[in-house]
């Protein structure tokens, strides 16, 4: 190694050096940005829950980042439903005893903008949203 080492032009060096240190990088940084925390992202989101006579309870996913649950008991048509929010992500825990499929149960948990629980019998929806965000729909 040594012997090619002095066949080796500066820039040679420069190159094989700049690689090295470039490869790295590229193997590490994404290592730094899983571990960097998304607490600003979170601050501008809201979970909304939508009922029947279109009233709205909006609950910032900041608020639930906490040991225990936030449990909310939403009335419907078909009965009660409760909704549980933790570490960022909401679910429709129990939805009444009296809807047929239970679809909205099965969605299990959303944590991001966009995927949205809809439980029609009981006309309750539940989505998150930046509060201020530029867009004021989404299409696909």
């Known amino acids: 190694m040594m012997r090619l080492w002095r066949f080796l032009t ?7 050096i700049s690689l090295i240190l470039l490869s790295v990088i590229v193997i590490f940084a994404p290592v730094g940005f899983l571990l960097t925390d998304n607490s600003d992202s979170d ?7 939508q009922q029947t006579n279109n009233s709205q309870q909006r609950i910032p996913i900041k608020n639930t980042y906490q040991k225990e649950p936030i449990y909310v008991k ?5 009965g009660i439903s409760i909704i549980e929010a933790h ?5 429709l825990k129990e939805a009444p005893p009296e809807d047929p499929e239970k679809i909205c149960e099965k969605t299990g ?6 995927p949205m629980i809809i439980c029609v019998p009981n006309q309750v929806s539940i989505w998150i949203e930046q509060e201020d965000a530029e867009l004021d729909g989404v299409s696909w």
């Open 10 to 16: 500066i820039y040679d060096k420069v190159l094989i």
């Open 43 to 49: 601050s501008r989101h809201v979970i909304v829950i």
């Open 74 to 78: 939403v009335t419907g048509p078909l």
């Open 87 to 91: 570490n960022g992500k909401v679910r």
């Open 109 to 114: 948990w959303i944590g991001q903008p966009g």
